[in-house]
Structures are given as structure tokens and as C-alpha cells.
């Protein structure tokens, strides 16, 4: 029997692709799909699924918190991150937030299926350089740069400050008040030790926490 794989993103020719390439399989088979972030909490409240292939960039509920609520919902259930983000920006935060490996799409396509198998089998997939970033982690200790000692939260909003985007835009895509995200974009400064948004962009580019072929 086929384990079966919930694919959560909101790009249609992901999903497609995705279908595509397990129906190949003998193993794995899409057995459902989500396009926003509450329809996935809906989907693992409702029953239980071998394997979510999750993006972290969606409408509604999204990212790290999304690993958090999935995973309290269904404790053992096995999540991989299928992502836009280069493995710098998130990787580490994910597995931390529950996340039993993180796979950037602009990786080689050779490590998408053994990906999903050794998650879906219930292990953890670490590709070399989400372990380097896993080891530099621990080996830091308390000696830790500035944007790990933010809250996840906080990481989330940093990364979209210094991608230029609005504080409206930040509250309505992660739904929260403005108020809310400018107290959170203080404390961002604050725990950084940084006076402006300037200084959080050179830092992230800096830190190559900044996509800067996407932007």
C-alpha cells in the first residue's frame, strides 16, 4: 500500500508536479492537497497522513508557526519543508519548530524523492548543508549571532522587513494588527543591537539571509 502524502503549497504547478512524479512511484501517492495554511490545520485535524510536504510561504496560517500547530495537533506526523527559501534563512528553525527535514526547491531534484521516502518512513532528512548549519548551531553555544536570539516570530517579520515589505503587508500576511508587528519590529531592533532598518538589511545580506537573486 502507498503511504500517503498531504502537499501543501499554494502554486498550483508545484502540487501538479509533485502528483506527477509519486504517481510514478510505488511507494508514495498525493492523497490530498491544501493551498493556504488553514486548510492544511483542517486537513491533519481531520485524519491522519503519512507525509505533509509542506511550503512555508502561504496564505493564511503560515511557517514556522504552521509546524508548531501541525505538530500539536499530530505529534508524530512526519513534515517535510519543501521551500523557496535557501536553507540559510530557515533549515534550523524548522527542524526546531518539528520539522523532520528541509528541502529548498533550488536544490538538486535528485534529492526530492529520497527526501520524501526517508521522511515519510519516519526519519530525518539532512542534506550536508542543513547539517553544517545544525553543527555551527550547537557549537555556538550561548555565543550566539544576533538573529537566532530571535523569537520565531520576530524572525519571520525580520525577514520580510528586510525584504522591503510594508508593516501593512506583514500584518495582513500574517495576520496580525500593524501595532502589533511595529512592537515586534522594535524588539527585532532591540535584540539586535541595530538602529534602523538599514542596518538590518546590511546585516541579513551580510548573514546571506537575503535572497538577493529573488528580489
Not at 122 to 140: C, H, M, Q, W
Amino acid at each position: 500500500m502507498k503511504r500517503e502524502v498531504l502537499v501543501a503549497d499554494d502554486h498550483a504547478i508545484i502540487r501538479d508536479g509533485l502528483k506527477m512524479i509519486l504517481s510514478d512511484t510505488d511507494d508514495l501517492a498525493v492523497a490530498g492537497e491544501a493551498s493556504d495554511g488553514n486548510t492544511v490545520l483542517e486537513l491533519v485535524e481531520a485524519r491522519s497522513w503519512d507525509l505533509v510536504v509542506l511550503d512555508l510561504s502561504m496564505p493564511g496560517r503560515n511557517g514556522l508557526e504552521l509546524i508548531k500547530l501541525l505538530k500539536a495537533s499530530r505529534p508524530k506526523l512526519p513534515i517535510l519543508v519543501f521551500s523557496m527559501h535557501p536553507v540559510e534563512q530557515y533549515a534550523v528553525r524548522a527542524i526546531r519548530a518539528g520539522a523532520s527535514g528541509y528541502l529548498s526547491k533550488e536544490e538538486d531534484s535528485e534529492l526530492l524523492l529520497p527526501a520524501l521516502r526517508k521522511v515519510a518512513a519516519g526519519g530525518l532528512f539532512i542534506s550536508p548543508k542543513v547539517a553544517e548549519l545544525l553543527a555551527t548551531d550547537v557549537s555556538s553555544g550561548s555565543d550566539l549571532e544576533p538573529h537566532m536570539a530571535l523569537s520565531n516570530r520576530e524572525y519571520e517579520i525580520f525577514t520580510r522587513i528586510v525584504r522591503g515589505v510594508s508593516l501593512t503587508d506583514i500584518a495582513e500576511d500574517l495576520s496580525l494588527s500593524i501595532k502589533t508587528v511595529s512592537t515586534h519590529k522594535t524588539h527585532i531592533l532591540e535584540k539586535m543591537g541595530m538602529a534602523s532598518q538599514v542596518d538590518l538589511v546590511r546585516y541579513a545580506i551580510e548573514h546571506r539571509l537575503l535572497d538577493l537573486e529573488r528580489e
